[in-house]
Nanobody, 124 residues
Framework: QVQLVESGGGLVQPGGSLRLSCIAS????????IGWFRQAPGKEREGVSC????????FYADSVKDRFTISRDDAKNRVDLQMNSLKPEDTAVYYC?????????????????WGPGTRVTVSS
């Protein structure tokens, strides 16, 4: 079974950038659609972005559209989330997870395997 680990979180000033990575091990990455989710203190978990197996399906939540970019490199078992123009409201713990599907107009399907998360803090 696949295991996921996120990295790349940290403290950044508003307007700055971070690149999160989701690294998979234990199973071939090619078979999985991957979603990025976040949860801020006191808020519900939000589906931020996802990418399908063939990269043909990519989704971004309205809150991050035009600022975040998701990509995958199956040879490296890796999905990245490039986050630009960060805002204080982007502060959250970010998680990657395998999902049943990624629908461009709808978002990620049911989740299965989660990583432990990486914390992103946007503050001056």
């Amino acid at each position: 079974q696949v295991q996921l680990v996120e990295s790349g979180g940290g403290l950044v000033q508003p307007g700055g950038s971070l690149r999160l990575s989701c690294i998979a091990s234990g199973s071939s990455f090619d078979y999985y659609s991957i979603g990025w989710f976040r949860q801020a203190p006191g808020k519900e978990r939000e589906g931020v972005s996802c990418i399908g197996i063939t990269r043909g399906s990519i989704f971004y939540a309205d809150s991050v559209k035009d600022r975040f970019t998701i990509s995958r490199d199956d040879a490296k078992n890796r999905v990245d989330l490039q986050m630009n123009s960060l805002k204080p409201e982007d502060t959250a713990v970010y998680y990657c997870a395998t999902v049943d599907y990624c629908a461009s107009g709808y978002g990620p399907g049911s989740t299965s395997t989660w990583g432990p998360g990486t914390r992103v803090t946007v503050s001056s």
